[in-house]
């Protein structure tokens, strides 16, 4: 069984900064490519982040390349998502992801809302 749990949201000004984590229990985390997705208020969920099992491979939505940086810690079951510059359209639920065969396992999101 594959969880995936998520911290690190909150609110926060536009211009500041803030890390999401997400967690994965369950064997074989450092196999699989990890993404970061999030879904704004009426919105679909979109792609942010993704990056490959070893870390050595990353790729970013349009909209935050330069202002994100994704990263992965395969000892500590662990990817991140370091926010910076953020922005008013920022503000949505993020979901960490992982697919492992044809299952497609997320967390249960955490909140960031930037204030203008």
């Known amino acids: 069984q594959v969880q995936l749990v998520e911290s690190g949201g909150g609110l926060v000004q536009a211009g500041g900064s803030l890390k999401l984590s997400c967690t994965v229990s369950?064997?074989?985390?450092?196999?699989?490519?990890m993404n970061w997705f999030r879904q704004a208020p009426g919105k679909e969920r979109e792609f942010v982040a993704a990056i490959s099992w070893s870390g050595g491979s990353t790729n970013y939505a349009d909209s935050v390349r330069g202002r994100f940086t994704i990263s992965r810690d395969n000892a500590k079951n662990t990817v991140y998502l370091q926010k910076n510059g953020l922005k008013p359209e920022d503000t949505a639920v993020y979901y960490c992801?992982?697919?492992?065969?044809?299952?497609?396992?997320w967390g249960q999101g955490t909140q960031v809302t930037v204030s203008s």
């Open positions: 369950g064997r074989g985390f450092s196999l699989y490519v």
């Open positions: 992801n992982i697919k492992v065969g044809r299952i497609d396992y």
